[in-house]
Antibody, heavy 119, light 107 residues
Framework: QLQLQESGPGLVKPSETLSLTCTVS??????????WGWIRQPPGKGLEWIGS???????YYNPSLKSRVTISVDTSKNQFSLKLSSVTAADTAVYYC???????????WGQGTLVTVSS | SYVLTQPPSVSVAPGKTARITCGGN??????VHWYQQKPGQAPVLVIY???DRPSGIPERFSGSNSGNTATLTISRVEAGDEADYYC??????????FGGGTKLTVL
């Protein structure tokens, strides 16, 4: 059974960079047909896709966040990572990592991790 | 950018049928996927490619998609179906797009 687990600081200061890692177990991140992505959900609000990466390094980013987002992959560790720069309180959210079928759906999700932006 | 529009809330009595809509420009030409999210939990895929159900999802959940509206239908609604529901599509310009979500209340 595929499992995804987010890890990283739960508190980030304004203007700093948010960094999270997702560790994939029970399957290979190098599987074809899948992207690996990040989705966030501000408290009490809806889901927002942030960006996704293929094992080869090919990426898609949400146009509204593209200037601040970097997603990378480490196939040797079966992990992928998110960096979101210049954060503000509006970036406070539960961040989920997920497996995404190319051009289609999201079939596996991590449990999510709350990141709060505050001084 | 591609926009998906959902009603903020839908209410239904137990045993009745709930219909949650997802509107988008010519959404019938795209594949629509639906997720259920209960409080404090990650979303769960309940319908993919308009009308397919993942294993473990009850047959009471079904989907349709035509024109400018996709619909998630939940028959014989149970108290355990109370949750937020999100539609999602892939768009060539906006990539993975979510609707704003609909809170289903079981009366």
């Amino acid at each position: 059974q595929l499992q995804l687990q987010e890890s990283g600081p739960g508190l980030v200061k304004p203007s700093e960079t948010l960094s999270l890692t997702c560790t994939v177990s029970g399957g290979s991140i190098s599987s074809s047909s899948y992207y690996w992505g990040w989705i966030r959900q501000p408290p009490g609000k809806g889901l927002e896709w942030i960006g996704s990466i293929y094992y080869s390094g090919s990426t898609y980013y949400n146009p509204s966040l593209k200037s601040r987002v970097t997603i990378s992959v480490d196939t040797s560790k079966n992990q992928f990572s998110l960096k979101l720069s210049s954060v503000t309180a509006a970036d406070t959210a539960v961040y989920y990592c997920a497996r995404q079928v190319v051009g289609a759906t999201i079939d596996y999700w991590g449990q999510g991790t709350l990141v709060t932006v505050s001084s | 950018s591609y926009v998906l529009t959902q009603p903020p809330s839908v209410s239904v009595a137990p045993g009745k049928t709930a219909r949650i809509t997802c509107g988008g420009n010519n959404i019938g030409s795209k594949s629509v996927h639906w997720y259920q999210q209960k409080p404090g939990q990650a979303p769960v895929l309940v319908i993919y490619y308009d009308s397919d159900r993942p294993s473990g999802i009850p047959e009471r959940f079904s989907g349709s998609n035509s024109g400018n509206t996709a619909t998630l239908t939940i028959s014989r609604v149970e108290a355990g179906d109370e949750a937020d529901y999100y539609c999602q599509v892939w768009d060539s310009s906006s990539f993975w797009v979510f609707g704003g979500g609909t809170k289903l209340t079981v009366l």
